[in-house]
């Protein structure tokens, strides 16, 4: 192998190993944005019914779960 290739393989390897840690760097904020996302559900449960057969948290307005679909006391 004479040295021009020798160098190119050199940045080959180089190459590739910068893009494996940007892939690794990605993956990890991507991880650490997807935890610190705020829940969807309320945190308090004030004015609300819970279902007595699964524990979901509903709205006193509603009749029925709506997550699963039993009827509210």
Do not use: F, H, W
């Not at 969807?40 to 449960?45: E, I, K, N």
């Not at 979901?56 to 009827?71: F, Q």
């Amino acid at each position: 192998m004479d040295q021009t290739s020798q160098i190119l393989a050199v940045i080959g390897l180089a190459a590739v190993g910068i893009l494996i840690v940007v892939v690794i760097l990605r993956r990890d904020r991507m991880t650490a944005e997807e935890s610190s996302r705020d829940s969807p559900y309320a945190v308090s449960t004030e004015g609300m019914k819970r279902c007595p057969s699964c524990g979901t948290g509903n709205l006193v307005t509603d009749a029925t779960c709506s997550s699963c679909g039993r009827k509210l006391s």
